[in-house]
C-alpha cells in the first residue's frame, strides 16, 4: 500500500466513488496488493472524483494539493497517489491514527 521513493511516498487507493460522504473504510486486499479504501462523495465524472481525493489526501495528510499527484488509475478505481514530503514513517503513522 506504501512505497517509499526519492521524491516521496506512493499510497495505493481503491476509491469508491458516490458515497454518502468522504471518508476512509479500511483497507482493500490484503499483502503487497492492499490498497486503503476511501469513499468519495463526489461522482466518477469529469475527473471530480480524483480532485476530491486529491484535496481529502492533502488534508489526511496535512500537505498542500499540490504534493499530492495522481500517478496511475485515472479512470479506475484502483489509484497510486504520490504525496511528495512524506516519509512512509509519518505515512504510516497518520494512517494508524484513521484505520
Do not use: C
Not at 521524491?7 to 495505493?12: E, F, I, M, R, S
Not at 460522504?21 to 480524483?50: C, F, S
Not at 489526501?57 to 497510486?80: D, H, N
Request: hydrophobic share 50%.
Amino acid at each position: 500500500m506504501l512505497r517509499e521513493g526519492a521524491a516521496g511516498v506512493t499510497l495505493a487507493v481503491r476509491a469508491q466513488p458516490g458515497a454518502k460522504k468522504t471518508a476512509i473504510n479500511g483497507m482493500y486486499g490484503e499483502g503487497a496488493d492492499a490498497q486503503l479504501k476511501i469513499a468519495v462523495h463526489a461522482p466518477p465524472l469529469e475527473g471530480r472524483a480524483n480532485l476530491a481525493l486529491t484535496a481529502f489526501l492533502a488534508e489526511t495528510f496535512s500537505l498542500p494539493k499540490s504534493a499530492v499527484e495522481l500517478v496511475t488509475g485515472e479512470l479506475s478505481r484502483s489509484k497510486v497517489f504520490l504525496l511528495r514530503g512524506v516519509t512512509r514513517a509519518a505515512a504510516e503513522t497518520r494512517l494508524a491514527e484513521w484505520l
